[in-house]
T-cell receptor, first 109, second 114 residues
Framework: GQNIDQPTEMTATEGAIVQINCTYQ??????LFWYQQHAGEAPTFLSY????GLEEKGRFSSFLSRSKGYSYLLLKELQMKDSASYLC??????????FGAGTTVTVRA | IAGITQAPTSQILAAGRRMTLRCTQD?????MYWYRQDLGLGLRLIHY???????GKGEVPDGYSVSRANTDDFPLTLASAVPSQTSVYFC?????????????FGPGTRLTVL
């Protein structure tokens, strides 16, 4: 099976930076996705990495190291609306996605 | 508005009853998926369809069946519901069944089996 690990919970202060790590051991690798999910809502797409390096999109950045089986999602200038769960998902090469259990981020004033 | 719709929004069901969760997308996406989401376990794939007329089993298919008669609709059926099927069910779609294709999710169905 696929193994995708991320921390269960993180707390940070408004305006700060938080880094959510994701490590994976999968049968193959064809890219890594990050999704955001607010409580009671559907997951929404944030980013996709297939090559090593950093991808920046406004306040959110995602990094990938394929040799280390490691990714992180960086949230800068945190806002209260960033309080949500962040899901790491790997495409292992069978045309499906395998998801981690998600990291719940709480932003405090 | 383009996207994915699911029905019902929520449902309480007696054990042993049959239930069909509906999913419709208007994006003309080829691939569709059904997931269940349980606390602490994340999203787990139940069944998927790479294109109309084909379906496949995911990680947790037992107790569920699907059909894909056309591009837009992908219903999920619980033939005889059990309490362990209490969960939030999400339908998703992607333009094609390719590795880099983003999956877009419907709003979910919250199902309680008593």
């Amino acid at each position: 099976g696929q193994n995708i690990d991320q921390p269960t919970e993180m707390t940070a202060t408004e305006g700060a930076i938080v880094q959510i790590n994701c490590t994976y051991q999968t049968s193959g690798f064809n890219g890594l996705f990050w999704y955001q999910q607010h409580a009671g809502e559907a997951p929404t797409f944030l980013s996709y990495n297939v090559l090593d390096g950093l991808e920046e999109k406004g306040r959110f950045s995602s990094f990938l190291s394929r040799s280390k089986g490691y990714s992180y999602l960086l949230l800068k200038e945190l806002q209260m609306k960033d309080s949500a769960s962040y899901l790491c998902a790997v495409a292992p090469g069978d045309y499906k996605l395998s998801f981690g259990a998600g990291t719940t981020v709480t932003v405090r004033a | 508005i383009a996207g994915i719709t699911q029905a019902p929004t929520s449902q309480i069901l007696a054990a042993g009853r049959r239930m069909t969760l509906r999913c419709t997308q208007d994006m003309r996406h080829n691939a569709m998926y059904w997931y269940r989401q349980d606390l602490g376990l994340g999203l787990r794939l139940i069944h998927y369809s790479n294109t109309a007329g084909t379906t496949g089993k995911g990680e947790v298919p037992d107790g569920y069946s699907v059909s894909r008669a056309n591009t837009d609709d992908f219903p999920l059926t619980l033939a005889s519901a059990v309490p362990s099927q209490t969960s939030v069910y999400f339908c998703a779609s992607s333009a094609k069944a390719g590795e880099g294709d983003t999956q877009y999710f419907g709003p979910g169905t919250r199902l309680t089996v008593l």
